[in-house]
């Protein structure tokens, strides 16, 4: 079924010139509120096909894309009949379908470029055939949702390396995370030692983003969704009261639980300030082990190549837990306090900088809190619009910058999946070998938790 459609889909390889792809300096940017200069031409209106229109963040997305003056709507697609007829009367010339790989069988020469807001099981194979089709991709973190599509993006990626494309890390444009970052990369506080990043939740039963209520008993779909084509990749399995709604975060199948939803949120200052590779190992602890659920109090960490001019020793260690769970602040030797239930922060041998979700910064030299603004050599930042950013590059404006790319995306995604989907193994530390696919020291864990099987019909295309 893939072979014929991937003949169908596949297209040209769309002209680019790509803007610096990581956050290496903040000097000399410029904001991209609006369309930063001459524009090089490309194309006359960026045509995006909006794959997922209903949802928490759809609606984000797609009203700060459409206030860009070089982007039209003309495609929505989705599962939820009801969300396709809503959005569909704001864009009445745009076509409308229901199965995405329709769009690209019948209007394949309709659109350019693709937002992807569906559920993260679905991620992959939404994105890597656009990819294949040739379409620039604005795609929602945590990008993917298997550890084996990590390695299935970074192909795609080598196989397109001309598209454009930007991960759902809005997180990101404001100054505060930017100045993080450059003052990490230029090393102003010294070699980094560790890093301890925490995020607050999931509940322990409770409604919304993330339920841990118990295991409801299956239930008719809603009349509107196309049950099958909810579950796409994944394989046939019930309905269940919430999951198509926001219930789907927690779940093992279609989600990635808290700390793989917010790792493009929290380890992104990581990835920018250090280009962290891929982790050696990953240990994970947790009290609450689940079938059909991620783990909830989970405490992992992540080990990386350290040494050389930006690491204080051979081994950088991150940890990375749920629940709120940040590190003692007199064991850092910081003064009495209280951290906020969310964040990332870096021990470095000079200091140590934490900085939060929206942006905002602090910064301790020997165990006094410093005026970061004053720190000598620190670069000048300039507020973005990462929405407009990923149009303005694909339309070739002078003094675009890509934000997020899915080449960094990725291995974010990467760092995240392993924290959550090793905790199905707490209190063993798994050996990872992304070249390999597998946890060297663990087959048990190799068979459970790097790959799935695809329903016939959504397989990911091959690059």
């Not at 072979?3 to 990581?22: E, I, K, N, Y």
């Not at 620039?136 to 599509?149: A, C, F, I, M, R």
Request: proline fraction near 6%; hydrophobic fraction near 35%.
């Amino acid at each position: 079924m893939w072979d014929r459609r991937q003949l169908l889909v596949s297209g040209a390889v769309v002209a680019s010139t790509l803007a610096a792809a990581s956050l290496s300096s903040c000097a000399s940017s410029k904001p991209l509120a609006a369309p930063a200069g001459k524009r090089k031409g490309r194309y006359e209106k960026l045509r995006i096909l909006h794959v997922g229109v209903g949802g928490s963040i759809a609606p984000w997305d797609r009203n700060e894309l459409k206030a860009h003056p070089d982007v039209v709507f003309t495609g929505l697609c989705d599962v939820d009949s009801n969300a396709l007829a809503e959005v569909s009367k704001e864009f009445p010339e745009a076509f409308t379908c229901k199965d995405f790989r329709d769009a690209f069988e019948k209007h394949a020469d309709e659109f350019d470029a693709v937002l992807v807001c569906v559920p993260d099981h679905n991620h992959a194979v939404v994105m890597l055939t656009a990819l294949k089709a040739g379409k620039h991709v604005y795609g929602q973190k945590p990008l993917v949702q298997q550890l084996s599509e990590v390695v299935a993006m970074e192909r795609a990626l080598a196989a397109r390396p001309n598209l454009v494309t930007q991960v759902g890390n809005q997180r990101m444009g404001p100054t505060g995370r930017q100045y993080a970052v450059d003052i990490l990369r230029r090393g102003l506080l010294g070699k980094a030692i560790e890093a301890h990043v925490w995020v607050n939740g999931p509940p322990d039963q409770g409604d919304g983003y993330f339920y841990y209520g118990g295991l409801k008993d299956p239930t008719p779909p809603p009349e509107n969704v196309d049950w099958p084509l909810w579950l796409g990749c994944a394989e046939d399995a019930p309905h269940r009261e919430g999951l198509v709604g926001l219930r789907w975060r927690s779940s093992w199948d279609y989600g990635t639980g808290q700390l793989g939803d917010w790792c493009t949120h929290l380890l992104d200052v990581l990835y920018y300030a250090y280009d962290l590779g891929s982790p050696q190992a990953v240990l994970s602890h947790t009290r609450t082990p689940s079938d059909f659920y991620h783990a909830q109090h989970v405490h992992s960490v992540l080990s990386y190549a350290g040494g050389g001019k930006r690491f204080a020793r051979p081994v950088f260690p991150v940890h990375y837990s749920d629940k709120g769970q940040f590190p003692s602040r007199a064991a850092l030797g910081l003064p009495a306090g209280e951290f906020a239930r969310t964040g990332t922060l870096v021990v470095c041998e000079n200091g140590v900088l934490y900085v939060q979700p929206e942006g905002e910064l602090e910064v301790w030299q020997d165990g006094q809190p410093v005026d970061w603004k004053t720190l000598r050599g620190l670069g000048t930042c300039t507020e973005r619009n990462h929405w407009r950013s990923w149009v303005d590059t694909i339309q070739g404006y002078d003094g675009a910058y890509l934000q997020s790319p899915f080449s960094v995306a990725v291995r974010m995604a990467e760092g995240g999946l392993l924290c959550s989907r090793a905790a199905r193994f707490p209190g063993r530390e798994l050996l990872w070998d992304k070249s390999k696919l597998a946890f060297t020291n663990h087959q048990e864990a190799t068979d459970t938790l790097v790959r799935r099987s695809y329903r016939p019909g959504f397989e990911l295309p091959s690059f």
